[in-house]
């Protein structure tokens, strides 16, 4: 069970090591696009490319969900970020539980997003959990963790993609031996527990009075969705790359200085540091360099922002 990108290595590595795949549940297709068509989910893809039977509950607690469920007799079942609440009758199913693949260090970070939380919580190191399934919000006991290194280019996207294919390695070595009975649940400390809340859109814009080390966090943790962003003649302006720097001279908060250091084409005044910029995009337009924007957008060094 699984819907985005993250879910898409763990599900190949498993069919690629011979596990046998009875079914693949992921959210059903969604609108996308200013035409509105329906667009599958990346696992979707993925298991149609593998040849999987695909299903796609509105709701696992609809009529008839629980039951065929069932029907497919597993032994287990693998849930990575499947985006719904397994109710108990599910969980009751498989012989040897509902295993979650959760991309943090648990009990840090549970909930609906843990890779920007830990970018935005300036964290230097995160990983994956393998945890065996209860009603509670990633609170039950763990089977296996590894860590992963977060780099200070890492965004929420590639991060994610590293965190992926970490996370389809350990299954692959947990699976066998939970099975065997050779692993046993180490519960999760209560005490040393916190949570994330699903990234909101207009989370997105920009308060320059925060510092710049925070607001380059933020630039990372937004990419790919929902895009760190302030306003330039009332059009959106997407920061994508950014770099923190030390101030050289007093700033107002929110002001467009000319810079090269680090990259960055200009900077941006804050409330501690200046924010350099190295790549954008603006509303409507492809994204680009920082000192291709300039050339682009006469009269932009001085203003402050938001414009």
Partial sequence: MG???????????????????????????????RGRALLPSPVKRAALALGLEVVQPASLKEAGVVAQIADFHPEVIVVAAFGQILPQAVLDIPRYGCINVHPSLLPK???????????????????VSLMLMDRGLDTGPILAQEKVAIS??????????KLSQVAARLLL?????????EITPQPQSEAEASYCAPLRKEEGEIDWHQPAVDLWR??????????AYTRWRGKRLELIEAVPLPAQEPLAVGQVVALEQGGAAFGIGTGEGILGVVKVQLEGK???????FLRGQRGFIGVVLPD
Avoid: C, N
């Fill in 3 to 33: 819907t985005p990108e993250f879910a898409v290595a763990p599900l190949e590595h498993l069919v690629r090591e011979q596990f046998e795949v009875v079914a693949v549940y992921t959210q059903p297709d969604k609108p996308s696009g």
């Fill in 218 to 227: 933020r630039v990372r943790a937004f990419q790919p969705w929902p895009g």
């Fill in 286 to 292: 492809r994204a680009m360099s920082a000192a291709e």
């Fill in 109 to 127: 970070f549970r909930g609906a997003s843990p890779v920007a939380a830990a970018i935005l919580a300036g964290e230097e190191v995160t990983g």
């Fill in 152 to 161: 200070a280019q890492d965004t929420t996207g590639s991060l994610t993609a």
């Fill in 173 to 181: 070595e947990v699976l066998p031996r939970w099975t065997r009975g």
